[in-house]
């Protein structure tokens, strides 16, 4: 099973692994790790690597970071690059993490990267949006 790391500014990661956890339950190989105002990118990137050790069982890590170019994602980045058997995805949603929590199992690095920006575009639209795809699918919208 690939590890999974949450990162991001504030308590995005540790929040979202809790919202994650509330829907699926609690996950194997998985850990978030925050950066608050107060610790350093040196520290973060600390914090990071323990993480990645910790949730690989030998099949690789995936790095999930909340925003592309903000430091979480650089320091993650960092490690993906030393290491082959990282992958780092930005954007991270909930949508994405609630999918892809699910489907870790038995797949590829490669396989999970395409398939969690799959789901995390899926995740992002609007209310009118999914209105005007039910309305030529079925007319009742009560599913919505």
């Known amino acids: 099973m690939l590890g999974?790391?949450?990162?991001g500014h504030g308590h995005f990661a540790s929040g979202l692994l809790q919202a994650?956890?509330?829907?699926v339950g609690r996950q194997p190989q998985c850990c978030a790790v925050d950066f608050p105002e107060g610790i350093s990118t040196q520290q973060l990137?600390?914090?990071?690597?323990?993480?990645?050790?910790?949730?690989d069982s030998g099949e690789g890590v995936i790095?999930?970071?909340d925003l592309l170019g903000g430091s979480p994602f650089r320091q993650a980045a960092q490690l993906a690059i030393a290491n082959p058997c990282y992958e780092v995805i930005t954007g991270t949603n909930m949508q994405l993490a609630v999918e892809m929590m699910l489907d870790r199992?038995?797949?590829t690095?490669?396989?999970f990267r395409d398939m969690a920006l799959e789901c995390?575009?899926?995740g992002l639209t609007?209310?009118?949006?999914?209105?005007q795809k039910r309305r030529y699918d079925s007319p009742n919208l009560d599913g919505i």
């Open 63 to 65: 790095i999930l970071s």
């Open 20 to 23: 994650v956890e509330q829907v």
């Open 45 to 55: 990137l600390v914090l990071l690597q323990a993480a990645c050790t910790a949730c």
């Open 4 to 7: 999974i790391v949450i990162t």
């Open 105 to 107: 199992e038995d797949i």
């Open 120 to 122: 995390g575009r899926r």
């Open 109 to 111: 690095l490669e396989t």
């Open 126 to 131: 609007s209310l009118w949006h999914e209105q």
